[in-house]
């Protein structure tokens, strides 16, 4: 089936078979009360991870649910509706096939994206010069799994920083994913790009500084994924182009070299993302 020896490395790691899956449930429902303090924090790696045993069939999302329902807790009921979202996304393509292949919401269908080989290739490598977006990246790469939360993030980056187009993103992630689902990956991508169904509105950019400052304010997890930035301060770390030189030299980083300089200005980015999905929508009648 074409499986090399870094795909079977990296299933080893969630433990192979339905006795290792079930394992896995119990552990998730034993720590499901406090699913809802962890589940944005990337640097605890404290959530379940149980979507590839979803997607494989080796535990069963009805009996998860009941369980969840069971505790009471409303840590086990964020859970719950977390599961309800795969369920969400799998009616979603079932009911309209065409969104494998096209924009949900037609008025996007057409959108003007960007292309760029060369940015494309540093989003994937973890080289767009913006630390939460690198980590993630890298860390799909490593384990073929990446946090929610940075998921997120990187997709927004992806098609509103860069102006890049979704299917791109939904492409990497379906070849690296251990989880990954045509249903969901898809659903997702369109959320984030604000082109699918009950998607995220296009005005509302994932900021990765903040994000990196409000989920990662000690730098665990990006330091995880980025030892070149290890010795940069904690106050530095989600920016380090802001980073006075003096302190750059100190840690051992010269922007470009060590580490590559950001791909774009976020604000700047983020203003022209904006502008071009509104003038999409009011190409097409759309009032926001």
């Known amino acids: 089936m074409g499986v090399d020896a870094r795909a079977k490395r990296l299933a080893a790691g969630f433990g192979p078979g339905e006795r290792a ?23 605890e790696d404290a959530t379940t991870k149980l979507s590839p045993q979803l997607h494989f069939g080796t535990i069963s999302a009805r009996e998860l649910e009941a369980l969840l329902l069971e505790r009471e807790t409303e840590g086990a009921l964020e859970l719950r509706r977390q599961i309800a979202w795969r369920d969400f996304w799998l009616n979603v393509i079932g009911r309209f096939p065409a969104n494998r292949d096209l924009e949900h919401d037609e008025r996007m269908r057409g959108m003007r994206w960007r292309r760029s080989a060369r940015d494309l290739d540093a989003w994937k490598r973890g080289r767009t010069g913006v630390p939460w977006i690198d980590a993630g990246m890298r860390q799909l790469l490593a384990q073929g799994w990446m946090h929610n939360r940075v998921r997120m993030a990187v997709a ?3 098609t509103k920083n860069l102006l890049l187009d979704w299917r791109h993103g939904e492409a990497h992630f379906m070849r690296h994913l251990l989880d990954g689902d045509e249903a969901q990956n898809n659903g997702n991508w369109q959320w984030a790009g604000s082109v699918g169904a009950d998607a995220q509105p296009y005005f509302r950019i994932f900021n990765p500084v903040r994000q990196q400052q409000r989920f990662d304010p000690d730098g665990i997890y990006v330091r995880r994924w980025l030892p070149e930035l290890a010795e940069l301060p904690d106050r530095h770390l989600a920016a380090p182009w802001e980073a006075p030189g003096p302190v750059l030299a100190e840690a051992g980083i010269e922007l470009g070299s060590e580490y590559p300089e950001p791909l774009v200005d976020l604000g700047e980015s983020r203003a022209e993302a904006i502008s071009r999905f509104r003038d999409q929508r009011d190409r097409n009648g759309s009032a926001d």
Do not use: Q
């Open 21 to 43: 899956a079930r394992r896995a449930m119990r552990r998730a429902l034993t720590g499901a009360d406090d699913y809802g303090r962890v589940r944005n924090l990337p640097a």
């Open 156 to 158: 927004s980056y992806l």
